[in-house]
């Protein structure tokens, strides 16, 4: 089991975590890995504080169990750490990618975390940016990209081009602003 | 062929748009509703032939069903727990009248209480109205097994309806890779389906779904049993031909570890994955750890699960449903019943486990095989991860 890694994300319903670990997958896939990616499993509603998780491994992956101590956790909207043990089960080498516009120092002070590595990105303010609307997971994607060096950036970005082309055939400004997002959030993500 | 990302879902759906069958009449049930939904679609951008019935209830989709399948069509449905379970009126009529319906059924508890999660309480409901049951462990099974009951159900050896089951939200709404094959190849491998009567044909009238009461009602019935127990050999073959054309080989069950096992679990569906690596753990500090993976429990190949078993000393079945009989789940009955007959019979144990979605994990699953090495000091049926 060493050789899977774990992946969790946070968001609220609507945000996009279920779509983040699809693309992800997705991506990861194009690439040569076995994946996962599976929501937390039930009805979900607007707003209300969601799951969603990945598997990645060089090797088929045969587990179809929850995920309980996930390697990397990130968490689409701030607000939820106030609610939600987004580090449970986190090991204490774990990465943390939290999109605030707060610095990661500040996030590990609001935890009152000991160990694992934090990382910050302002994934709202980037897709404000570049794609005009609040909609993280896009960005999101480029900082676990960064933060994770499970695949190469260069290989995503054109993996991602060719599947968003197709997606948005109609709607060409679409793809410009979601590449854009990633690329920002892959250069902008910073630990303490 | 490419291996892209789908859920149990989409790949079953993908099955169902590359079979292009004559007919589909459903009703949405969560976490079997995308299959629907995205067949919906590829009926309204016209990727395929199908009428599609959107009908207002299950009973009245699998009814449908049954209309088109006696009329000669090709006809496909998808449900799930309580929607499965308004069809269980219908179902042994489907079987009776040999409509070689194929079902999606996406396994979900039961209600009461209320609850859409994982188990398998609404299959089991329905395995002895004669329909061929065939379960999956991921997604490419889920989609391998939907074009292969086509060709099993529509077999002139068999002719019974059959069910391709996933494991809700586990399998169906997970995403992993699936090997989707080339339309053509498909539409080769299933063919067309040749009805021997139709209730359509005026110049050869045929009734169906006639009275039928002392006088032929039990030979009748006697005829299902036999094609259930026919359907076995066909299903070898269909899941050799399969192999052969796509290179996953299909048969009744997969051996996992199991030649040489000292200690063996018994299991269907998602779970059998999770245990792999729990059996792959223990192999590797030198316990003969093992598995018998049931793919069909519709008929019950007992003959071949009791070679299978025969020389495993400690056997443990795992049930993701209860059949609340006081004596165990219908696969631990089924199995503990096939062995009577053998002169040196292995302990034998059940455990129900995974009710209403609940997780079944590695150290769960480590735990059963902790047990398996003291097996005498263990109840018959136990509850796996239950709080009590």
């Known amino acids: ?177 979601n590449l854009e997002a990633v690329k920002r959030a892959y250069q902008e993500v910073a630990g303490e | 062929m490419p291996v892209v990302a789908k859920t149990g879902n989409e790949a079953m759906a993908e099955a169902m748009r590359q079979i292009n069958p004559d007919v589909v009449a459903a009703y949405p049930i969560t976490p079997a509703t995308e299959i629907v939904m995205i067949f919906a679609q590829f009926v309204a951008d016209g990727l395929v032939d199908t009428e599609y019935v959107p009908v207002e209830s299950e009973h009245s989709a699998i009814s449908a069903c049954v209309g088109a399948a006696a009329a000669g069509g090709r006809v496909m449905t998808g449900t799930s727990s309580q929607g499965l379970a308004l069809m269980y009126e219908i179902l042994p009529i489907a079987s009776a009248l040999r409509l070689p319906i194929v079902m999606s059924v996406v396994n979900r508890a039961l209600s009461g209480p209320i609850n859409i999660h994982c188990d398998h309480s609404d299959t089991m409901g329905g395995r002895d109205f004669g329909w061929i049951q065939l379960f999956s462990e991921n997604a490419q099974e889920a989609y391998d097994n939907v074009l292969q009951a086509i060709r099993i159900a529509e077999d002139p050896q068999v002719e019974l309806p059959a069910m391709a089951t996933t494991d809700g939200f586990i399998i169906s709404h997970g995403m992993e890779g699936v090997e989707v094959m080339e339309d053509q190849a498909v539409r080769e491998y299933i063919g067309e389906r040749k009805a021997k009567v139709s209730v359509l044909d005026v110049d050869n009238p045929v009734t169906l779904g006639a009275l039928d009461l002392q006088d032929y009602y039990f030979e009748h019935k006697r005829q299902v049993a036999e094609a259930m127990k026919q359907a076995a050999p066909v299903i070898v073959k269909v899941g050799k031909e399969f192999g052969k054309k796509f290179g996953r080989e299909y048969g009744l069950f997969e051996k996992y570890h199991l030649d040489d096992a000292e200690i063996a679990i018994v299991a269907l569906g998602s779970t059998c994955g999770t245990a792999k690596v729990v059996i792959d753990e223990l192999r590797s500090k030198g316990i003969k750890a093992g598995m018998l993976k049931i793919r069909v429990f519709r008929p019950f190949v007992a003959e071949e699960v009791v070679k299978a078993l025969s020389k495993v000393p400690a056997l443990a079945v795992l049930d993701r449903s209860d059949s609340y009989n006081a004596q165990g789940g219908p696969v631990f009955t089924e199995v503990r019943s096939a062995l009577y007959d053998l002169a040196n019979k292995p302990k034998i144990i059940n455990y129900i486990y995974g009710l209403g979605g609940r997780d079944i994990t590695v150290e769960d699953i480590h735990s059963v095989f902790a047990d398996l090495q003291k097996v005498d000091k263990k109840a018959q049926v136990n509850y796996l991860g239950v709080r009590e």
């Open chain 1, 1 to 177: 089991m060493d050789n899977i890694i774990e992946i969790r994300w946070h968001g609220r319903g609507g945000q996009g975590a279920k779509t983040a670990a699809l693309l992800f997958g997705d991506a990861a896939l194009a690439l040569g890995k076995h994946i996962q990616a599976f929501p937390e499993y039930g009805p979900e509603r607007m707003g209300a504080p969601v799951a969603s998780f990945n598997r990645l491994s060089d090797k088929p992956i045969t587990l179809h169990c929850s995920i309980h101590n996930p390697s990397i956790v990130l968490v689409l909207d701030p607000t939820l750490m106030a609610t939600v043990d987004v580090t449970a089960g986190l090991p204490d080498d774990g990465l943390l990618i939290v999109n605030t516009s707060l610095a990661a120092k500040e996030i590990r002070g609001q935890l009152k975390l000991k160990g694992k590595k934090v990382f910050a990105v302002d994934a709202s303010k980037i897709s404000i940016e570049t794609i005009g609307r609040d909609i993280p997971n896009t960005p999101m994607l480029g900082a676990l990209i960064k933060v994770s060096n499970l695949l190469r950036f260069e290989d995503v970005i054109g993996d991602l081009e060719n599947k968003l082309k197709k997606k948005f055939a109609h709607k060409p400004e679409v793809i410009k602003g």
